[in-house]
């Protein structure tokens, strides 16, 4: 099991900027995918961005031109860029990892959550 640690989340007025960070407990043996997604009130968790072991990203088309997400191999940490923020990116981000540890065992695991507020 590989623990995130999330940071970076908080109020912003709409056109502003945040930045998300998510850090890994520990390094990765292999790793599927990282990256974060996201829940707003009354909706289902859905896919910001995520970022495979090749580097090829996927983006939810809500957030393509405005969200940028990066990962750094050697610090095992992932982060996500956003700009011009809309009232409607309000939602609770949370970061996930899935990944095999030596033995091939396979984990599926997620932060606690870092709320984006975007808000006039």
């Known amino acids: 099991q590989v623990q995130l640690v999330e940071s970076g989340g908080g109020l912003v007025q709409p056109g502003g900027s945040l930045r998300l960070s998510c850090a890994a407990s520990?390094?990765?043996?292999?790793?599927?995918?990282m990256g974060w997604y996201r829940r707003a009130p009354g909706k289902q968790r859905e896919l910001v961005a995520v970022?495979?072991?090749?580097?090829?990203?996927n983006y939810a088309d809500s957030v393509k031109g405005r969200f940028t997400l990066s990962r750094d191999n050697a610090k095992n940490t992932v982060d996500l860029q956003m700009n011009s923020l809309r009232p409607e990116d309000t939602a609770v981000y949370l970061c996930?990892?899935?990944?095999?540890?030596?033995?091939?065992?396979?984990?599926?695991?997620w932060g606690q959550g870092t709320q984006v507020t975007v808000s006039s």
């Open positions: 520990r390094r990765i043996f292999s790793f599927y995918t």
């Open positions: 996930n990892i899935q990944s095999a540890d030596a033995t091939g065992s396979r984990s599926d695991d």
């Open positions: 970022i495979d072991s090749s580097g090829r990203t």
